[in-house]
T-cell receptor, first 113, second 114 residues
Framework: GDSVTQMEGPVTLSEEAFLTINCTYTATGYPSLFWYVQYPGEGLQLLLKATKADDKGSNKGFEATYRKETTSFHLEKGSVQVSDSAVYFCALRGSGSARQLTFGSGTQLTVLP | IAGITQAPTSQILAAGRRMTLRCTQDMRHNAMYWYRQDLGLGLRLIHYSNTAGTTGKGEVPDGYSVSRANTDDFPLTLASAVPSQTSVYFC?????????????FGPGTRLTVL
């Protein structure tokens, strides 16, 4: 079945550092890929998405490129801020009837001033 | 526009008790979902509904039931709660008729079963 493997955390960075959170997936067909962010005490919010190979999703300075050849969707940001501290989830949506999301285990990011 | 609301925000429940978690959306989305979030496991799908009047089982459906009497509401019921159902529960909805549908999540319900 579908699965998502996500870089384990926690990750601690200084403000303005470069961020990479790795995500690889296993799925049949052509899944859509997502990054969700969860701020403390809140629900998940969509950060960015990509629906086909070589698409780049971007939002709030974050980027991720759908790489079918390496089955990856790594999240990057050139300069993180304290306000980026949150848990980040990589997810895919397959082509099944449920159209459910399959999530990675989440990566806790803490950015220090 | 409220989006998705969930109630209660948190609950402590004795094992063996019945509990219904409420979820309401005002976006007229056809599809709704219930996930549970456990540390180190991400979110796992419990049940889903593609349209009012239909439901389906997700990855971890045992011990839970759902109903979808109308478009807006999707309650999740624990008939006889057990400690392993201690978790944070998230409801989500989407317009799944769109090829690039996005799931929108509620704020969650933190449930503790003692």
């Amino acid at each position: 079945g579908d699965s998502v493997t996500q870089m384990e955390g926690p990750v601690t960075l200084s403000e303005e550092a470069f961020l990479t959170i790795n995500c690889t997936y296993t799925a049949t067909g052509y899944p859509s890929l997502f990054w969700y962010v969860q701020y403390p005490g809140e629900g998940l919010q969509l950060l960015l998405k990509a629906t086909k190979a070589d698409d780049k999703g971007s939002n709030k300075g974050f980027e991720a490129t759908y790489r079918k050849e390496t089955t990856s969707f790594h999240l990057e940001k050139g300069s993180v801020q304290v306000s980026d501290s949150a848990v980040y989830f990589c997810a895919l949506r397959g082509s099944g009837s449920a159209r459910q999301l399959t999530f990675g285990s989440g990566t806790q990011l803490t950015v220090l001033p | 526009i409220a989006g998705i609301t969930q109630a209660p925000t948190s609950q402590i429940l004795a094992a063996g008790r019945r509990m219904t978690l409420r979820c309401t959306q005002d976006m007229r989305h056809n599809a709704m979902y219930w996930y549970r979030q456990d540390l180190g496991l991400g979110l796992r799908l419990i049940h889903y509904s593609n349209t009012a009047g239909t439901t389906g089982k997700g990855e971890v459906p045992d011990g839970y039931s759902v109903s979808r009497a109308n478009t807006d509401d999707f309650p999740l019921t624990l008939a006889s709660a057990v400690p392993s159902q201690t978790s944070v529960y998230f409801c989500a909805s989407s317009d799944s008729k769109r090829s690039t549908d996005t799931q929108y999540f509620g704020p969650g319900t933190r449930l503790t079963v003692l």
